[in-house]
């Protein structure tokens, strides 16, 4: 039997209010988006994938890799080596806030810029190259396909990225990074700027769903203790100073990125994402927020409802 979900997803698509907002342009390549692209993408964790709109543009996957960085350096380094050097206390302040806690140095949590730097810096391996190379190899296994790097964008970001190199060297001066900072950011916005399409993120975000569990090769990718450590962290930190709005309302953890997609996770159920480049004031995906909202009530999938 045809499955409904293809037709309830032009309709979602259908239904969105024109995109308002402005797309990012604090890394100047970013704003060359079109800006009214919109995706939707389903996946469940037994493969099914189902789409909608521009499901296969390339963008850069920006704050939506650091999730999934988090879980290669615990993967790497052990959860209690990982949170001696970056907490997961929800900020509540925007991603590029530069603070890091009073005592111990630490980045509040691994979503903002400054958990992110540093969790970047403790992926295994024997330089900067071998590092990257293992981030892109995950994301590529995570994805299903052969990814890769923006070049344009990540340019782009290098040349202007004075905040990001003010959180790493601060980093390095207070010693809760060992790593040189200036090549832990060239790193860093590397990663950001691996090239994804909404499809990718939807595969993602299902492995997250299904425990670790690649969806389509059936492989497992994470360690189930790994995920439970991401999608936690997602859910208290991911949507940044609008984390409790989102957990409220939408109630699926979930991961934003300044290009304009949305990931989200529901353990056991359903990974999902959404583009549409049009940001509002926290970073996210006007429409983006929009969609999520409409599947999460349509489809009931909001973490804290009853059955
Ligand atoms: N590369 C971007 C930055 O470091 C990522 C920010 C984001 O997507 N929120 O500023």
Same mark, same amino acid.
């Given at each position: 039997?045809?499955?409904?979900?293809?037709?309830?997803?032009?309709?979602?698509?259908?239904?969105?209010?024109?995109?308002?907002?402005?797309?990012?342009?604090?890394?100047?390549?970013?704003?060359?988006?079109?800006?009214?692209?919109?995706?939707?993408?389903?996946?469940?964790?037994?493969?099914?994938?189902?789409?909608?709109?521009?499901?296969?543009?390339?963008?850069t996957i920006q704050s939506m890799s650091k999730p999934f960085v988090y879980a290669l350096a615990i993967?790497?380094?052990?959860?209690?080596?990982?949170?001696?050097?970056?907490?997961?206390?929800?900020?509540?302040?925007?991603?590029?806030?530069?603070?890091?806690?009073?005592?111990?140095?630490?980045?509040?949590?691994?979503?903002?810029?400054?958990?992110?730097?540093?969790?970047?810096?403790?992926?295994?391996?024997?330089?900067?190259?071998? @590092?990257?190379?293992?981030?892109?190899?995950?994301?590529?296994?995570?994805?299903?396909?052969?990814?890769?790097?923006?070049?344009?964008?990540?340019?782009?970001?290098?040349?202007?990225?004075?905040?990001?190199?003010?959180?790493?060297?601060?980093?390095?001066?207070?010693?809760?990074?060992?790593?040189?900072?200036?090549?832990?950011?060239?790193?860093?916005?590397?990663?950001?700027?691996?090239?994804?399409?909404?499809? !990718?993120?939807?595969?993602?975000?299902?492995?997250?769903?299904?425990?670790?569990?690649?969806?389509?090769? =059936?492989?497992?990718?994470?360690?189930?203790?790994?995920? @439970?450590?991401?999608?936690?962290?997602?859910?208290?930190?991911?949507?940044?100073?609008?984390? =409790?709005?989102?957990?409220?309302?939408?109630?699926?953890?979930?991961?934003?990125?300044?290009?304009?997609?949305?990931?989200?996770?529901?353990? =056991?159920?359903?990974?999902?994402?959404?583009?549409?480049?049009?940001?509002?004031?926290?970073?996210?995906?006007?429409?983006?927020?929009?969609?999520?909202?409409?599947?999460?009530? !349509?489809? =009931?999938?909001?973490?804290?409802?009853?059955?």
């Amino acid at each position: 039997m045809r499955s409904p979900i293809p037709d309830y997803l032009q309709e979602v698509l259908a239904a969105c209010a024109p995109a308002t907002g402005a797309v990012a342009d604090y890394i100047p390549e970013l704003a060359a988006a079109d800006p009214d692209r919109l995706a939707i993408c389903i996946a469940t964790p037994d493969g099914a994938v189902y789409t909608a709109g521009d499901t296969d543009v390339e963008f850069t996957i920006q704050s939506m890799s650091k999730p999934f960085v988090y879980a290669l350096a615990i993967a790497d380094l052990g959860l209690k080596g990982v949170l001696a050097k970056v907490d997961v206390e929800p900020s509540g302040e925007a991603f590029n806030v530069i603070s890091l806690e009073e005592e111990s140095g630490r980045p509040e949590n691994p979503m903002i810029n400054a958990g992110a730097i540093l969790t970047h810096s403790l992926v295994r391996g024997a330089d900067d190259e071998e @590092r990257f190379e293992r981030i892109l190899e995950m994301f590529s296994k995570l994805a299903g396909r052969e990814l890769s790097v923006d070049e344009e964008v990540f340019a782009s970001e290098w040349s202007t990225t004075h905040r990001n190199l003010a959180m790493g060297h601060m980093l390095k001066a207070v010693g809760v990074m060992e790593a040189d900072p200036v090549r832990v950011v060239r790193g860093y916005v590397r990663q950001c700027a691996i090239k994804v399409t909404c499809r !990718d993120l939807a595969v993602m975000a299902a492995t997250l769903a299904g425990g670790g569990v690649h969806p389509v090769s =059936g492989e497992r990718l994470l360690s189930r203790e790994v995920t @439970r450590q991401a999608l936690s962290v997602m859910t208290t930190c991911g949507m940044y100073d609008a984390a =409790g709005d989102w957990v409220t309302t939408v109630g699926i953890p979930a991961k934003s990125g300044v290009s304009g997609g949305i990931l989200g996770a529901l353990p =056991g159920q359903v990974g999902l994402a959404v583009f549409s480049p049009r940001l509002d004031v926290h970073g996210h995906s006007v429409r983006g927020v929009e969609v999520f909202g409409r599947l999460s009530a !349509d489809m =009931g999938l909001h973490m804290m409802d009853v059955a």
